[in-house]
Protein backbone atom coordinates (compact mmCIF):
# COMPACT_ATOMS: atom_id res chain seq x y z
CA UNK A 1 0.00 0.00 0.00
CA UNK A 2 1.13 3.58 -0.91
CA UNK A 3 2.02 5.58 1.85
CA UNK A 4 2.98 8.57 -0.18
CA UNK A 5 -0.20 10.35 -0.03
CA UNK A 6 0.77 13.73 -1.24
CA UNK A 7 3.18 12.74 -4.08
CA UNK A 8 0.85 13.24 -6.14
CA UNK A 9 1.95 15.00 -9.40
CA UNK A 10 1.21 13.39 -12.59
CA UNK A 11 4.29 12.56 -14.71
CA UNK A 12 3.88 15.66 -16.71
CA UNK A 13 4.07 18.47 -14.00
CA UNK A 14 6.74 16.66 -12.48
CA UNK A 15 8.64 17.15 -15.87
CA UNK A 16 7.65 20.55 -16.47
CA UNK A 17 8.95 21.46 -12.67
CA UNK A 18 11.83 20.28 -13.71
CA UNK A 19 12.10 22.74 -16.43
CA UNK A 20 13.61 26.29 -16.16
CA UNK A 21 10.04 28.54 -15.81
CA UNK A 22 9.39 31.45 -17.78
CA UNK A 23 9.88 34.55 -16.00
CA UNK A 24 7.12 35.29 -13.72
CA UNK A 25 6.85 38.59 -11.96
CA UNK A 26 3.31 39.74 -12.05
CA UNK A 27 -0.07 38.40 -10.56
CA UNK A 28 -1.01 37.73 -14.41
CA UNK A 29 2.23 36.37 -15.67
CA UNK A 30 2.02 33.79 -12.67
CA UNK A 31 -1.99 33.18 -13.22
CA UNK A 32 -1.29 32.79 -16.93
CA UNK A 33 0.76 29.78 -15.98
CA UNK A 34 -1.58 28.43 -13.88
CA UNK A 35 -4.40 28.06 -16.08
CA UNK A 36 -1.91 26.52 -18.58
CA UNK A 37 -1.44 23.56 -16.02
CA UNK A 38 -4.99 23.52 -15.39
CA UNK A 39 -5.88 23.21 -19.15
CA UNK A 40 -2.81 20.69 -19.52
CA UNK A 41 -4.40 18.73 -16.98
CA UNK A 42 -7.61 18.68 -18.65
CA UNK A 43 -5.99 17.16 -22.01
CA UNK A 44 -4.37 14.56 -20.67
CA UNK A 45 -6.69 13.53 -18.41
CA UNK A 46 -4.91 13.71 -15.59
CA UNK A 47 -7.87 15.65 -13.20
CA UNK A 48 -10.15 18.33 -13.30
CA UNK A 49 -9.57 21.52 -14.76
CA UNK A 50 -7.71 23.36 -11.65
CA UNK A 51 -4.27 24.27 -10.90
CA UNK A 52 -2.31 26.26 -8.01
CA UNK A 53 0.99 27.25 -6.65
CA UNK A 54 2.85 28.47 -3.91
CA UNK A 55 5.12 31.33 -4.55
CA UNK A 56 7.71 33.30 -2.97
CA UNK A 57 5.92 36.39 -2.47
CA UNK A 58 8.74 38.52 -2.42
CA UNK A 59 11.32 36.81 -4.88
CA UNK A 60 8.40 35.36 -7.14
CA UNK A 61 10.22 32.15 -6.97
CA UNK A 62 7.73 29.31 -7.36
CA UNK A 63 7.76 27.06 -4.37
CA UNK A 64 5.12 24.25 -5.45
CA UNK A 65 2.15 23.68 -7.85
CA UNK A 66 -0.62 21.28 -8.11
CA UNK A 67 -3.42 19.95 -10.01
CA UNK A 68 -7.10 18.92 -9.59
CA UNK A 69 -6.30 14.86 -8.72
CA UNK A 70 -9.66 13.57 -7.01
CA UNK A 71 -10.80 11.37 -9.77
CA UNK A 72 -7.34 9.55 -11.07
CA UNK A 73 -6.53 9.29 -6.71
CA UNK A 74 -10.34 8.65 -6.15
CA UNK A 75 -9.46 11.33 -3.32
CA UNK A 76 -12.41 13.72 -2.45
CA UNK A 77 -9.73 16.26 -0.63
CA UNK A 78 -7.11 16.16 -3.92
CA UNK A 79 -7.90 19.89 -4.60
CA UNK A 80 -5.45 22.04 -6.13
CA UNK A 81 -4.99 24.40 -3.47
CA UNK A 82 -4.92 21.35 -1.54
CA UNK A 83 -2.03 19.76 -3.01
CA UNK A 84 0.03 23.23 -3.66
CA UNK A 85 -0.20 24.03 0.15
CA UNK A 86 1.19 20.56 1.31
CA UNK A 87 3.95 20.57 -1.19
CA UNK A 88 5.09 24.03 -0.40
CA UNK A 89 5.29 22.68 3.73
CA UNK A 90 6.92 19.35 2.68
CA UNK A 91 9.53 21.44 0.40
CA UNK A 92 10.38 24.01 2.85
CA UNK A 93 9.82 21.66 5.95
CA UNK A 94 7.00 23.01 7.96
CA UNK A 95 3.37 22.48 8.76
CA UNK A 96 3.41 26.68 9.05
CA UNK A 97 4.38 28.63 5.82
CA UNK A 98 4.69 31.74 8.41
CA UNK A 99 7.09 30.15 10.78
CA UNK A 100 10.68 32.24 11.01
CA UNK A 101 12.43 32.08 8.36
CA UNK A 102 10.35 30.75 5.95
CA UNK A 103 9.87 33.06 2.36
CA UNK A 104 6.26 34.83 2.74
CA UNK A 105 4.24 32.78 0.86
CA UNK A 106 1.04 33.64 -1.52
CA UNK A 107 -0.88 30.94 -3.23
CA UNK A 108 -2.26 31.43 -6.28
CA UNK A 109 -5.50 29.19 -7.43
CA UNK A 110 -7.51 28.81 -11.06
CA UNK A 111 -10.52 28.90 -9.52
CA UNK A 112 -11.61 30.76 -6.10
CA UNK A 113 -11.19 27.98 -3.07
CA UNK A 114 -14.43 25.70 -2.10
CA UNK A 115 -15.20 25.46 1.30
CA UNK A 116 -12.62 22.79 2.11
CA UNK A 117 -9.92 25.28 0.38
CA UNK A 118 -11.19 28.30 2.32
CA UNK A 119 -11.32 26.26 5.52
CA UNK A 120 -7.32 24.94 5.15
CA UNK A 121 -5.90 28.83 4.23
CA UNK A 122 -5.80 29.61 7.50
CA UNK A 123 -3.77 27.21 8.86
CA UNK A 124 -1.18 26.67 5.55
CA UNK A 125 0.52 30.33 6.69
CA UNK A 126 -0.14 31.53 3.37
CA UNK A 127 0.09 35.86 3.36
CA UNK A 128 -1.56 36.19 0.16
CA UNK A 129 -4.31 34.73 -2.01
CA UNK A 130 -4.77 35.40 -5.98
CA UNK A 131 -7.88 34.07 -7.26
CA UNK A 132 -8.40 33.44 -11.22
CA UNK A 133 -11.93 32.42 -11.72
CA UNK A 134 -14.65 32.73 -9.14
CA UNK A 135 -16.92 30.36 -7.40
CA UNK A 136 -19.87 31.51 -9.46
CA UNK A 137 -17.91 30.75 -12.63
CA UNK A 138 -17.28 26.80 -11.41
CA UNK A 139 -20.94 26.47 -9.87
CA UNK A 140 -22.53 27.75 -13.19
CA UNK A 141 -21.06 24.59 -14.84
CA UNK A 142 -21.81 21.96 -11.95
CA UNK A 143 -19.08 22.14 -9.21
CA UNK A 144 -20.55 22.33 -6.15
CA UNK A 145 -18.21 24.82 -3.95
CA UNK A 146 -19.61 23.91 -0.60
CA UNK A 147 -20.85 26.11 2.47
CA UNK A 148 -18.41 28.77 2.41
CA UNK A 149 -18.71 31.56 4.92
CA UNK A 150 -20.33 34.19 2.98
CA UNK A 151 -17.75 36.83 3.66
CA UNK A 152 -14.89 34.58 2.75
CA UNK A 153 -12.37 37.21 1.92
CA UNK A 154 -13.79 39.38 4.53
CA UNK A 155 -12.60 36.11 7.54
CA UNK A 156 -9.35 35.56 5.51
CA UNK A 157 -8.26 39.51 5.70
CA UNK A 158 -9.28 39.16 9.64
CA UNK A 159 -6.03 36.41 9.92
CA UNK A 160 -4.01 38.59 7.89
CA UNK A 161 -4.25 37.03 4.23
CA UNK A 162 -4.54 39.49 1.63
CA UNK A 163 -7.02 38.57 -1.33
CA UNK A 164 -6.75 39.21 -5.17
CA UNK A 165 -9.92 38.14 -7.25
CA UNK A 166 -10.43 38.16 -10.94
CA UNK A 167 -6.38 38.01 -12.31
CA UNK A 168 -6.88 36.25 -15.92
CA UNK A 169 -10.70 35.29 -14.71
CA UNK A 170 -12.10 35.26 -18.37
CA UNK A 171 -8.80 32.92 -19.20
CA UNK A 172 -9.47 30.43 -16.14
CA UNK A 173 -13.60 30.32 -17.24
CA UNK A 174 -12.19 29.28 -20.32
CA UNK A 175 -10.50 26.20 -19.54
CA UNK A 176 -14.18 25.17 -16.81
CA UNK A 177 -15.98 26.01 -20.21
CA UNK A 178 -13.71 23.72 -22.08
CA UNK A 179 -13.77 20.88 -20.10
CA UNK A 180 -17.69 20.80 -19.52
CA UNK A 181 -17.75 21.18 -23.31
CA UNK A 182 -15.69 18.06 -23.61
CA UNK A 183 -17.95 16.23 -21.65
CA UNK A 184 -15.80 15.40 -18.86
CA UNK A 185 -17.47 14.06 -15.49
CA UNK A 186 -18.38 17.06 -13.20
CA UNK A 187 -17.42 14.56 -10.46
CA UNK A 188 -18.82 17.05 -7.29
CA UNK A 189 -21.52 19.04 -8.41
CA UNK A 190 -25.20 17.26 -9.16
CA UNK A 191 -24.05 14.24 -7.31
CA UNK A 192 -22.46 15.55 -4.47
CA UNK A 193 -25.24 17.93 -3.65
CA UNK A 194 -27.52 14.63 -4.30
CA UNK A 195 -24.74 12.75 -1.75
CA UNK A 196 -25.27 15.78 0.84
CA UNK A 197 -28.90 15.72 0.92
CA UNK A 198 -29.49 12.44 1.66
CA UNK A 199 -26.57 12.46 4.19
CA UNK A 200 -29.12 15.45 6.13
CA UNK A 201 -31.98 13.26 5.72
CA UNK A 202 -30.19 10.01 7.08
CA UNK A 203 -29.18 12.56 10.32
CA UNK A 204 -32.38 13.37 10.34
CA UNK A 205 -34.26 10.33 10.39
CA UNK A 206 -31.56 8.87 12.99
CA UNK A 207 -32.43 11.44 15.40
CA UNK A 208 -36.19 11.27 14.84
CA UNK A 209 -35.23 7.16 15.29
CA UNK A 210 -33.52 8.11 18.90
CA UNK A 211 -36.59 10.36 20.32
CA UNK A 212 -38.88 7.04 21.30
CA UNK A 213 -36.26 5.60 22.91
CA UNK A 214 -35.56 8.26 25.28
CA UNK A 215 -32.08 7.60 24.84
CA UNK A 216 -30.89 10.87 25.97
CA UNK A 217 -32.56 10.61 29.17
ZN1 LIG B 1 -11.21 23.03 -3.08
Known amino acids: MSRQLFNTAPDWLEAQLTEPLPGMHTDEQRMRWLIALARKNVERQTGGPFAAAIFDMNSGKLISAGVNRVEPLNASIAHAEMLAITGAQQVLGSFNLA ?17 MCFGALPWSGIRRLVCGARAEDAERIGFDE ?25 QA ?34 ASEMRPDKALE
Do not use: F, M
Open 99 to 115: ADGLPACELLTSSEPCA
Open 146 to 170: GPKHPDWIGELERRSIAVQRDVCRE
Open 173 to 206: VAVLNDYVASGCTIYNGGKGAELGSVHIKSERSA
